[in-house]
């Protein structure tokens, strides 16, 4: 894919594909700010829409292997945990990683 992108003059790089720092900069952006949360704002940096019935089942079904020493997440319907990493990763690696507050006036609810 990242070819094809390129050969129609996309500006396109691979995603940083590094497993363990991302599941860890996910559970960063899921970390619940209480001061935040008090304040009765967002109080996680990734937030999902209620609209979005997949990403929301693979987060709560996403879950490491059983008696696996490293640990490594259960590679089982969690196409969309990829991407949430990759792409969190990827911008935190870049320096992408701004705490710009996002706009959902196209959500439909």
Not at 7 to 32: D, K, S
Not at 79 to 107: H, I, P, Q
């Amino acid at each position: 894919n990242l070819r094809m992108l390129r050969e129609e003059n996309l500006p396109v790089e691979a995603a940083v594909n590094a497993v363990e720092p991302g599941i860890e900069c996910v559970a960063r952006h899921l970390h619940v700010d209480d001061q935040a949360l008090a304040r009765g704002e967002l109080a996680t940096r990734l937030q999902v829409l209620d609209s979005c019935p997949v990403t929301i089942g693979e987060f709560r079904h996403y879950h490491r292997k059983a008696g696996v020493r490293s640990e490594e997440p259960e590679k089982v319907m969690d196409d969309t945990m990829d991407a949430v990493r990759y792409a969190l990763y990827t911008a935190e690696r870049r320096g992408d990683d701004s705490d710009r507050k996002a706009n959902f006036d196209f959500a439909q609810r």
